[in-house]
């Protein structure tokens, strides 16, 4: 069946069933190695109505251009099993790697959004396929622990379900469908969520890995950067899929004790304060923490500028900044001051965009036939990897959001 074919299917008035007041008793450990306990009888689920996706049109232009041109490569890349390439030197060809599937999810995301924007079916396609390699490495055991986990790498890392929580939003931003050939994608996403509820440590953040296997327990020494903040983007993503207030009140809790830890240049907590500023409402201690984060990165600017460094980390300065301009015109702060910065960073990255190069590079054709539209990291370094790509697409894409939101003020 189609991808339109389900889509029509799903707006005729499909009913999804989704858990409401829900109490997880994430308690009883007596020591950070115990296992997580399993979820008490939950009430009978009720129905919702279908929701549509809110979405912001972007302007066509060289930056939506670029966008799709990183998609392109992402497509040309794709082996025919769904999976997507980590890492090449475009130089060499050589493909040597230890991968991330974390971050492999989170590419995948970045070709629904893609087809969003580009309203070019090729991307979701490709998007589906890769979503239905990397769906293979869920992990469901009701009576070890709740819910769905994401095993990579030896364990469940907080992160993976994450950000399959925010692949299957974007797919749904693009499409307007949950369904992946007879796999219900909302039902995985609150599964997921579910999961991403057990490893919160009581009044704190998160435990950022899980064992399903060996002992049930969580790792307290495992921690990724961003996994609380990839969870704190989950938690909006299923609130605005859901219409449940659960996970809402859930991502609430965990944004006050993230707001009250020192603060860095979290892209994800960016992204996430925005969702929280268009879905509900954000405090004055969230807009005052969100304009430290800018200020944070914008501190780093002329560091982040040196050619020695990587596209993949200014690419990530350009989502935060992005997200937070997002943030300041909602909550009608000021926001015309990060539009200079946004356009520094912006201008650094795209001169890495093949064919485009800051290292004065001979390229040969062949090479920008196959690798054009790639993100290379540096002069140092001719690898163009998945994050880069993803960090640059979904950031470029909430500028043009944010271009968008203040042309029509």
Request: charged residues 20%; negative net charge; hydrophobic residues 40%.
């Amino acid at each position: 069946m189609s991808l339109l074919d389900k889509k029509n299917i799903f707006a005729a008035g499909i009913f999804l069933a989704l858990a409401g007041g829900l109490f997880f008793a994430v308690n009883g450990r007596s020591n950070e190695n115990s296992a997580i306990p399993t979820v008490a009888v939950l009430p009978a689920p009720t129905l919702e109505p279908v929701r549509i996706p809110e979405t912001i049109p972007v302007a066509d232009g060289a930056l939506k251009d670029s966008i799709i041109a990183a998609g392109d490569f992402l497509v040309r890349q794709q082996l025919p099993n769904g999976e997507l390439s980590y890492q090449v030197d475009f130089m060499t060809g050589e493909r040597e790697y230890s991968p991330s599937h974390v971050r492999l999810m989170a590419g995948t995301g970045s070709l629904f959004t893609v087809c969003r924007i580009s309203s070019d079916t090729k991307y979701c396609i490709a998007g589906d396929l890769a979503l239905e390699h990397y769906l293979e490495l869920l992990v469901k055991d009701p009576e070890n622990f709740r819910g769905t986990c994401f095993y990579t790498e030896g364990n469940c890392q907080l992160g993976g379900a994450a950000l399959t929580v925010d692949t299957i939003y974007k797919r749904w931003q693009a499409t307007g469908d949950f369904f992946l050939k007879d796999r219900n994608l909302l039902d995985t996403a609150v599964e997921l969520g579910y999961f991403i509820v057990s490893m919160r440590k009581p009044g704190s953040g998160f435990y950022h890995a899980f064992d399903p296997f060996f002992g049930g327990s969580v790792d307290p020494d495992f921690y990724m950067t961003f996994a609380s903040a990839e969870s704190l983007l989950a938690l909006t993503d299923l609130y605005e899929m859901t219409g449940n207030e659960f996970w809402l009140n859930q991502a609430r809790e965990v944004n006050a004790y993230m707001i009250s830890q020192p603060v860095t240049e979290d892209h994800y907590h960016s992204y996430a304060l925005g969702k929280l500023a268009r879905l509900d409402s954000l405090t004055r201690a969230d807009r005052s923490y969100a304009e430290q984060i800018a200020q944070t990165i914008i501190a780093g600017e002329v560091r982040s500028l040196n050619s020695k460094n990587t596209s993949i980390s200014t690419a990530t300065k350009v989502e935060a900044l992005a997200a937070l301009a997002q943030v300041f015109y909602i909550s009608d702060a000021s926001y015309e001051w990060l539009e200079p910065e946004i356009r520094a960073f912006i201008t650094f990255v795209q001169a890495r965009q093949l064919p485009k190069n800051n290292c004065d590079w001979a390229l040969a054709e062949e090479i920008i036939t196959k690798f054009g539209g790639g993100i290379f990291s540096s002069c140092e370094e001719p690898t163009i990897r998945i994050d880069g790509l993803q960090n640059w697409i979904n950031g470029v894409t909430a500028y043009l959001e944010y271009q968008s939101m203040i042309k029509v003020k």
